[in-house]
């Protein structure tokens, strides 16, 4: 079945620190990939999305690639700013599913001054 | 982006009780609209999928008569708890595609219910 395993939170990091938020899926086929982020108080927004292997989706200096061989999708930003501070979400939509999602657990970052 | 929004963002009820929430686009017309429950510190569950003028199709494990949906019209689709539980209480999220390409769910902002 499809499944997606998400690094744990929270976590906290100083502004301009380096992040990296490990997600790694289970799935048949080929899926498409996704993280999705949440603002406190807010409903869920892309963030980035890589729909085949060796695709790297970027947005906003956060990027991720798709790795079949490791099937993984770690996200990563060089520089994190206090207005990265939110819960960030791992995604997969399974390839002949329809337009069925299935997400991490999500992963709350903060970013102090 | 598209929006979608919630109606209520939190909900108190009491044991028994029915509550209703709702699922907009706001902006778009939405063909498909989702429904998800998230516990805490847990994944966005999909409870069920629904297209506008037809039955929605629950997920293995969720009662369809519990959990109602309706989405009659390209705007809007309501999940209806019934007869509320303590166990039903939870975080609700809707979201809608169609504005945004096949691939892509736009999401509201979430309803918190309580049931006392």
């Known amino acids: 079945g499809n499944s997606v395993t998400q690094m744990e939170g929270p976590v906290t990091l100083s502004e301009e620190a380096f992040l990296t938020i490990n997600c790694t899926y289970t799935?048949?086929?080929?899926?498409?990939l996704f993280w999705y982020v949440q603002y406190p108080g807010e409903g869920l927004q892309l963030l980035l999305k890589?729909?085949?292997?060796?695709d790297k989706g970027s947005n906003k200096g956060f990027e991720a690639t798709y790795r079949k061989e490791t099937t993984s999708f770690h996200l990563e930003k060089g520089s994190v700013q206090v207005s990265d501070s939110a819960v960030y979400f791992c995604a997969l939509r399974g390839q002949g599913t329809g337009n069925q999602f299935y997400f991490g657990t999500g992963t709350s970052l903060t970013v102090i001054p | 982006g598209a929006v979608v929004s919630q109606h209520p963002s939190r909900v108190i009820c009491k044991s028994g009780t029915s509550v209703k929430i709702e699922c907009r686009s706001l902006d778009f017309q939405a063909t498909t609209m989702f429904w998800y429950r998230q516990f805490p510190k847990q994944s966005l569950m999909l409870m069920a999928t629904?297209?506008?003028?037809?039955?929605?199709?629950?997920e293995q494990g969720v009662e369809k008569d519990k959990f109602l949906i309706n989405h009659a019209s390209l705007t809007l689709s309501t999940l209806t708890v019934t007869s509320a539980h303590p166990e039903d209480s939870s975080f609700y999220i809707c979201?809608?595609?169609?504005?945004?390409?096949?691939?892509?769910?736009?999401f509201g902002p979430g309803t918190r219910l309580t049931v006392l």
């Open positions: 799935a048949t086929g080929y899926p498409s």
């Open positions: 979201s809608a595609s169609g504005g945004g390409g096949i691939n892509e769910q736009f």
């Open positions: 890589a729909t085949k292997a060796d």
């Open positions: 629904s297209n506008e003028g037809s039955k929605a199709t629950y």
